[in-house]
């Protein structure tokens, strides 16, 4: 493995050996200044000309202008300095401007910076203000509604440089339209040439920079559409290039690369057709998920360029997934390359309210729009290989062939479950609603990981209870970590004080950075428990990741303590579905055959949908004897014990199909139920289960 293969085509690209060719016969034979009056003059005259027209047919520039220019960092400059200097002329003639300079929270750091830069030295004296995005990037329209009013100047992206994520510029058109904004609006399109069609004169963008190196031409090489009409003033004097735009004799062989790029876009002879890019993509993503167990993608497939992939995997930091990778010659980037020299986490992803650990760890996969067959036959190899090396290397524990953290685990028995409310750092659980039957097996499992047990307790009270948790704390020996009070409900003496989201006050066992709090129901006839992150002596609402009730109703007489994606724990579930969140009841389940494939059915849906998650639902040790691969993809294994911690995770991330499989099917069967019930409608499960699918095909079991 001595060749690159370079997956970083969003921080710069290769240049098409036609750009080189044409940069050469610009410095070669075709030397002339275009602004010279003689016949070497003209020709060079007639070269940039050319290049000229080929990229406003390229970017539909209909009756705006198209001014070259060394990049978009240039572009940007220009279009806010215009914008600015049209807000100052607005501002002297008393008119209403807007107070307000809106950007993207994800936008190029080169926008917010122009920004503050310009209004610094105009003396414009505009608040900026950031645009904020959602989990998936796109900009808040609700918010763009409010604020369009007030801002001067409004900048959006295209499309994100480290997500890949596509704005939906018309809704953002349409809000200002909507808002009678006269807000001077700026797109910056880097990402978005060669890989999204454009056709900039039928909008209200009044700028948008773009950048040669994004596309295979050089650094160094770029240009700004503005919108016939748009305000525009110069950023460099001087001899009256560009019209007088842009002054500075201009860069031919930049110039002559960049039109052979936008001759190449034009014929559609050397790059990919988006549904071929789409094809890359899944072919990508289908190996990096086979190469690296626990991996999250962080922008939905759907909402995002198909040439850039970014993901997080969990227990992994991002510089030891660049290590191996490098080392292995595929170059990928964590993020962006601007910030690559800093260790900090991604601001995109953080504006996405993405997890700390996401932002900190994620990986930016990108190639560009002239990639081929073989190139992504190359990568898929290479992405196969680091797999196969972090885990003979040792860097993927074993214990990372979960994907997700441990904190609820579940056991069962005749359809009544108990619970163990886990903190894998402190190493502390409490035993809820303990089964008489399942005392041995919790006791061994709190052993074998050596956990400090800080209470075992119950949602009901009554004399089989007591005895029955007495029994397990004899059971559990050395391990018991707490002193009883006589508690009707096992609660521990000593227990801290915490505040709920209805401000009352309550008791709270603390796990580490967890507690998990008492509720009280009907007056102490019964209890729950909520369990997650305290801050300052309270466990708000939004902070509920699990609720331990009696039944999988439990969670109606406390809505005002939970939020949506709380996971409801009963100890007794009707339909026997493992857990729920507290928004189920309202939902109507589909009917048990649309959630089942049939083994004839399931290479199709694999097929058609490459974003498929393969789920063995069985327990640990059957899925380490035979790892089920169906159509080429190994299936990471979530036990129906682990199901509620894994479905707070779902829950959170976007939504991906599940394929749950077991042996039988009926472990899968309640795991897709369970899912649906709760909201996730992506979830499937194998009929029959691999004891039927593997009856009727060669597709083998592969041993760990
Ligand atoms: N905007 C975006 C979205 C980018 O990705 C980049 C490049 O990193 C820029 C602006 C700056 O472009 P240039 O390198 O041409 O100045």
Redesign the pocket.
């Known amino acids: 493995m001595t060749y690159d293969i370079y997956l970083d085509a ?2 710069t690209s290769p240049v098409l050996p036609a750009a080189i060719a044409a940069a050469a016969d610009a410095m070669d034979g075709c030397y002339g200044n275009p602004s010279s009056g003689h016949a070497t003059g003209l020709r060079a005259k007639v070269l940039l000309d050319g290049a000229r027209e080929r990229a406003r047919r390229m970017i539909g520039a209909g009756t705006g202008r198209v001014i070259f220019n ?5 572009g ?1 400059q220009t279009a806010v300095l215009s914008a600015l200097c049209a807000v100052r002329e607005r501002q002297a003639a008393g008119e209403t401007v807007g107070d307000l300079l809106l950007y993207g929270a994800t936008e ?1 750091k ?1 926008v917010p910076e122009a920004l503050a830069h310009w209004n610094r030295l105009l003396g414009t004296g505009l608040t900026l203000r950031v645009l904020p995005v959602d989990g998936e990037g796109r900009h808040r329209l609700d918010v763009l509604r409010q604020l369009a009013p007030r801002a001067a100047m409004v900048c959006t ?1 295209a499309a ?2 480290e997500t890949g994520t596509i704005s939906d510029l018309a809704a953002i058109e349409k809000a200002l339209l909507v808002g009678a904004s006269k807000a001077y609006w700026m797109v ?1 399109s ?2 978005a040439l060669g890989k999204l069609p454009l056709a900039l004169d039928a909008t209200r963008i009044d700028y948008a ?1 773009f ?4 596309l295979y031409a050089p ?1 160094g090489i ?1 240009m700004l559409y503005v919108r016939d009409g748009a305000p525009y003033t110069a950023l460099m004097a001087g001899g009256g290039q560009e019209g007088g735009q842009r002054a500075g004799t201009e860069n031919m062989a930049g110039i002559a690369a960049l039109g052979a790029v936008l001759a190449a876009l034009e014929a559609g002879d050397t790059f990919r057709t988006l549904a071929q890019l789409h094809a890359y993509r899944d072919r990508l993503v289908a190996s990096l998920r086979e190469a690296l167990p626990g991996i999250v993608l962080n922008t939905p497939l759907q909402a995002s360029l198909p040439t850039t992939i970014n993901f997080s995997v969990e227990g992994l930091s991002g510089r030891d997934l660049l290590d191996v990778f490098d080392a292995a010659g595929l170059r990928v980037s964590a993020g ?3 910030s690559a020299a800093k260790a900090a986490p991604s601001y995109v992803l953080e504006a996405m309210g993405l997890a700390d650990w996401r932002c900190a760890s994620a990986v930016r996969l990108s190639f560009g729009p002239a990639a081929d067959d073989a190139f992504i036959d190359a990568a898929c190899e290479r992405i196969a290989h680091c797999g196969r090396a972090m885990f003979t290397g040792g860097l993927v524990p074993p214990a990372l062939r979960h994907e997700g953290q441990e904190d609820v685990v579940r056991l069962g028995h005749e359809g009544a479950s108990t619970w163990l409310a886990l903190d894998e750092a402190s190493r502390s659980c409490v035993v809820i609603d303990p089964v008489a039957a399942l005392g041995e097996r919790i006791a061994s499992m709190v052993r074998s990981r050596d956990y400090r047990v800080r209470g075992i307790i119950g949602t009901s009270s009554g004399s089989d209870q007591l005895s029955v948790r007495a029994a397990l704390a004899a059971l559990l020996g050395e391990q018991v970590d707490f002193t009883g009070t006589g508690d009707p409900f096992g609660w521990p003496a000593g227990s801290g004080s915490v505040r709920l989201g209805d401000e009352t006050q309550t008791d709270g066992i603390a796990l580490g950075g967890q507690v998990l709090a008492r509720v009280s129901h009907d007056g102490d006839a019964t209890r729950s428990y909520l369990m997650g992150a305290s801050t300052g002596g309270a466990l708000q609402a939004g902070d509920v990741r699990f609720a331990f009730t009696s039944a999988a109703s439990g969670a109606q007489q406390m809505t005002a303590l939970l939020n949506g994606d709380t996971i409801v724990c009963p100890s007794h579930d009707s339909a026997n579905l493992i857990c729920t969140t507290p928004t189920a009841a309202t939902r109507l389940a589909p009917s048990l055959d649309a959630m089942e494939l049939r083994p004839a059915d399931l290479d199709r849906f694999l097929r058609e949908r490459p974003d498929a998650i393969l789920v063995d639902v069985r327990d640990p040790w059957e899925h380490e004897a035979g790892r089920p691969v169906i159509h080429g993809r190994t299936a990471s294994n979530v036990p129906l014990s682990r199901l509620p911690s894994q479905l707070a995770q779902w829950l959170g991330v976007e939504s991906r199909p599940l394929v749950f499989i077991c042996r039988l099917g009926t472990r899968s069967q309640r795991a897709a139920q369970c899912l649906h019930r709760a909201g996730y409608a992506q979830a499937w499960h194998l009929g029959g289960g691999l004891a039927l699918h593997f009856s009727d095909r060669k597709t083998d079991l592969s041993r760990p």
């Open positions: 969003n921080a060394s990049g978009a960092t240039e940007i190029h080169a992206m994100n440089n910056d880097v990402q920079p950048s040669g190196h994004k650094k770029g962006s390359a601007c």
